[in-house]
Nanobody
Framework: QVQLVESGGDLVQAGGSLRLSCAAS????????MGWYRQAPGKQRELVAT???????NYAVSVKGRFTISRDSADNTVNLQMNSLKPEDTAVYYC???????????WGQGTQVTVSS
């Protein structure tokens, strides 16, 4: 099992930047895949970015070139640096971890990101 706690959500103007952090309760290198998802009002939850245990990253087309996912082994966090934010990036952002032989998924409680135009 793993507990995930997100932080860093805020209200920001379009064009601005935010850095989200997800603190895991165990070593992030024991987790197969970690990532960020988001859910806007009235929409389905969607993938934003993921990073595997081996360091491979994957990004949604809509954020590629603007967002960067990274890991910090010192404090077991996975971060999402978000630049050039757009109003359509407004959503609740969730941290996700997939691990174990059954590929169980764990979720954080979410953090609100609001981008004003």
């Amino acid at each position: 099992q793993v507990q995930l706690v997100e932080s860093g959500g805020d209200l920001v103007q379009a064009g601005g930047s935010l850095r989200l952090s997800c603190a895991a309760s165990r070593s992030i290198f024991s987790i197969d895949v970690m990532g960020w998802y988001r859910q806007a009002p009235g929409k389905q939850r969607e993938l934003v970015a993921t990073v595997t245990k081996g360091g491979d990253t994957n990004y949604a087309v809509s954020v590629k070139g603007r967002f960067t996912i990274s890991r910090d082994s010192a404090d077991n966090t996975v971060n999402l640096q978000m630049n050039s934010l757009k109003p359509e990036d407004t959503a609740v952002y969730y941290c996700n971890a997939v691990m174990g032989p059954w590929r169980l998924a764990y979720w954080g409680q979410g953090t609100q990101v609001t981008v004003s135009s």
